[in-house]
Protein backbone atom coordinates (compact mmCIF):
# COMPACT_ATOMS: atom_id res chain seq x y z
CA UNK A 1 0.00 0.00 0.00
CA UNK A 2 1.26 3.57 -0.52
CA UNK A 3 -0.28 6.27 0.78
CA UNK A 4 0.09 9.99 -0.52
CA UNK A 5 -1.29 12.68 1.82
CA UNK A 6 -2.07 16.26 1.18
CA UNK A 7 -4.09 19.62 1.71
CA UNK A 8 -1.93 21.25 4.66
CA UNK A 9 -1.15 24.42 4.33
CA UNK A 10 -1.36 27.86 6.30
CA UNK A 11 -4.19 29.02 8.04
CA UNK A 12 -5.62 31.34 10.43
CA UNK A 13 -6.56 30.46 14.25
CA UNK A 14 -10.01 29.14 14.18
CA UNK A 15 -9.92 28.67 10.37
CA UNK A 16 -10.31 24.93 8.37
CA UNK A 17 -8.05 22.55 6.35
CA UNK A 18 -9.29 18.99 5.00
CA UNK A 19 -6.09 16.97 4.59
CA UNK A 20 -6.60 13.92 2.15
CA UNK A 21 -4.76 10.25 2.00
CA UNK A 22 -5.10 8.66 -0.92
CA UNK A 23 -4.25 5.25 -1.06
CA UNK A 24 -2.71 2.67 -3.95
CA UNK A 25 -3.33 -1.06 -3.82
CA UNK A 26 -5.94 -3.43 -3.45
CA UNK A 27 -8.45 -4.02 -0.50
CA UNK A 28 -8.36 -0.59 0.73
CA UNK A 29 -11.92 -0.81 2.54
CA UNK A 30 -9.82 -3.95 4.75
CA UNK A 31 -6.88 -1.55 6.28
CA UNK A 32 -7.90 0.90 9.51
CA UNK A 33 -6.09 4.22 8.90
CA UNK A 34 -4.80 6.57 10.90
CA UNK A 35 -3.46 10.16 11.12
CA UNK A 36 -0.55 11.12 13.53
CA UNK A 37 1.24 14.49 13.90
CA UNK A 38 4.92 15.74 14.64
CA UNK A 39 5.40 19.12 15.77
CA UNK A 40 9.05 20.11 16.02
CA UNK A 41 11.12 19.53 18.60
CA UNK A 42 8.44 17.08 20.11
CA UNK A 43 7.52 13.17 19.30
CA UNK A 44 4.80 12.13 16.86
CA UNK A 45 1.53 11.56 18.18
CA UNK A 46 -1.68 9.89 17.55
CA UNK A 47 -4.84 12.53 16.11
CA UNK A 48 -7.51 10.22 14.41
CA UNK A 49 -7.93 6.89 13.17
CA UNK A 50 -11.05 5.23 11.23
CA UNK A 51 -11.66 1.27 10.86
CA UNK A 52 -12.54 -0.44 7.74
CA UNK A 53 -16.08 -0.20 8.14
CA UNK A 54 -16.09 3.34 9.31
CA UNK A 55 -15.82 3.67 13.16
CA UNK A 56 -13.73 6.32 14.31
CA UNK A 57 -11.62 7.67 17.26
CA UNK A 58 -9.72 10.80 18.37
CA UNK A 59 -7.79 11.90 20.33
CA UNK A 60 -9.15 14.24 23.17
CA UNK A 61 -7.46 17.89 21.61
CA UNK A 62 -9.31 17.20 18.17
CA UNK A 63 -12.62 15.83 19.46
CA UNK A 64 -15.67 18.00 18.42
CA UNK A 65 -12.79 20.00 16.00
CA UNK A 66 -11.91 16.97 13.68
CA UNK A 67 -13.75 14.49 11.48
CA UNK A 68 -12.17 11.43 10.20
CA UNK A 69 -13.96 9.71 7.16
CA UNK A 70 -13.02 7.58 4.36
CA UNK A 71 -14.41 6.92 0.61
CA UNK A 72 -13.73 3.32 -0.29
CA UNK A 73 -14.70 4.10 -4.05
CA UNK A 74 -11.60 6.34 -3.80
CA UNK A 75 -9.34 4.68 -2.03
CA UNK A 76 -9.18 7.87 0.28
CA UNK A 77 -9.09 8.92 3.88
CA UNK A 78 -10.02 12.58 5.08
CA UNK A 79 -9.19 14.85 8.01
CA UNK A 80 -11.98 17.53 7.78
CA UNK A 81 -10.20 20.08 10.92
CA UNK A 82 -12.20 22.67 11.99
CA UNK A 83 -11.61 25.28 14.80
CA UNK A 84 -8.02 25.25 14.72
CA UNK A 85 -5.11 25.91 17.15
CA UNK A 86 -1.84 26.96 16.73
CA UNK A 87 -1.13 23.97 18.60
CA UNK A 88 -2.73 21.91 15.68
CA UNK A 89 0.73 23.15 13.88
CA UNK A 90 2.51 20.07 12.88
CA UNK A 91 3.32 17.95 9.98
CA UNK A 92 0.13 15.52 9.18
CA UNK A 93 0.95 11.98 8.20
CA UNK A 94 -1.45 8.98 7.32
CA UNK A 95 -0.86 5.38 7.84
CA UNK A 96 -2.55 2.32 6.46
CA UNK A 97 -2.37 -1.01 9.20
CA UNK A 98 -4.58 -4.15 8.48
CA UNK A 99 -6.99 -5.08 10.90
CA UNK A 100 -8.95 -2.86 13.69
CA UNK A 101 -8.01 0.86 14.04
CA UNK A 102 -5.33 1.55 16.54
CA UNK A 103 -3.54 4.62 18.10
CA UNK A 104 0.15 3.53 18.24
CA UNK A 105 2.80 4.58 15.51
CA UNK A 106 4.43 1.35 15.65
CA UNK A 107 1.19 -0.96 14.63
CA UNK A 108 1.26 1.06 11.50
CA UNK A 109 2.66 -0.94 8.59
CA UNK A 110 2.23 1.65 5.97
CA UNK A 111 2.93 5.56 5.80
CA UNK A 112 2.76 8.44 3.66
CA UNK A 113 4.84 11.58 3.68
CA UNK A 114 3.69 14.17 5.81
CA UNK A 115 2.05 17.55 4.87
CA UNK A 116 2.34 20.49 7.20
CA UNK A 117 -0.08 22.45 8.66
CA UNK A 118 0.41 25.69 9.97
CA UNK A 119 -2.20 27.71 11.96
CA UNK A 120 -1.25 31.30 12.45
CA UNK A 121 -2.30 33.47 15.82
Known amino acids: VQLQASGGGLVQAGGSLRLSCAASGRAFSSYAMGWFRQAPGQEREFVAA???????YYTDSVKGRFTVSRDNAKNTVYLQMNSLKPEDTAVYSC????????????????WGQGTQVTVSS
Open 50 to 56: ISGIGST
Open 95 to 110: AARGGEAANWSWEYDY
